[in-house]
T-cell receptor, first 111, second 113 residues
Framework: TQLLEQSPQFLSIQEGENLTVYCNSS?????LQWYRQEPGEGPVLLVT?????EVKKLKRLTFQFGDARKDSSLHITAAQPGDTGLYLCAGIKAAGNKLTFGGGTRVLVKP | KAGVTQTPRYLIKTRGQQVTLSCSPISGHRSVSWYQQTPGQGLQFLFE???????NKGNFPGRFSGRQFSNSRSEMNVSTLELGDSALYLC????????????FGSGTQLSVL
């Protein structure tokens, strides 16, 4: 069982549609990160959220950290084919500790 | 600034052999972490090195080892390879000022036959 559960595992949508990916845990994290990984490459950090209830926007991407700091969501508005990739959440329990990754959500945006 | 460089990119080995993977961090980064990525288990932490010392370790058997050199370059070694060791091995570096901000390399894809 993963400490961080991501859902759904796979998402296929048409260009222009919206999508939401969830990252849930029963544990509290001091901060949570989201990465995107494209085939043949390593993950690239998109955002770090550190405050319960925090909402961060990055162009068409909106990231939210739950009030209790146990869950997070990533919402993409008007998805584009360039958003295709594996989205990973990763939690940090305390400063300086190792990252724990979720299982990932594979997103396919069809033109 | 050059990114994190991992070599080789692809590797094919047979069961029982050993393998050494290399990682050159971003210039100025002294922390190097290693992760194993498989379709079934996702990304799992192997170990972290800082100033030539192992600072953190994941739950992998002793066949997995690593080291870091004075120039911050790191190597990981897997001995007595098993079929289940087939995976993408990712290295990430970070600065001490922002340890949680990881920069990943493209990985080494290891296939064990």
């Amino acid at each position: 069982t993963q400490l961080l559960e991501q859902s759904p595992q796979f998402l296929s949508i048409q260009e222009g549609e919206n999508l939401t990916v969830y990252c849930n845990s029963s544990s509290v994290f001091s901060s949570l990160q989201w990465y995107r990984q494209e085939p043949g490459e390593g993950p690239v950090l998109l955002v770090t959220v550190v405050t319960g209830g925090e909402v961060k926007k990055l162009k068409r991407l909106t990231f939210q950290f739950g009030d209790a700091r146990k869950d997070s969501s990533l919402h993409i508005t008007a998805a584009q084919p360039g958003d295709t990739g594996l989205y990973l959440c990763a939690g940090i329990k305390a400063a300086g500790n190792k990252l724990t990754f979720g299982g990932g959500t594979r997103v396919l945006v069809k033109p | 600034k050059a990114g994190v460089t991992q070599t080789p990119r692809y590797l094919i080995k047979t069961r029982g052999q050993q393998v050494t993977l290399s990682c050159s961090p971003i210039s100025g980064h002294r922390s190097v972490s290693w992760y194993q990525q498989t379709p079934g288990q996702g990304l799992q932490f192997l170990f972290e090195y800082f100033s030539e010392t192992q600072r953190n370790k994941g739950n992998f058997p002793g066949r997995f080892s690593g080291r870091q050199f004075s120039n911050s370059r790191s190597e990981m070694n897997v001995s007595t390879l098993e079929l289940g060791d087939s995976a993408l091995y990712l290295c990430a570096s970070s600065s001490e000022a922002v340890r949680e901000k990881l920069f990943f390399g493209s990985g080494t894809q290891l296939s064990v036959l």
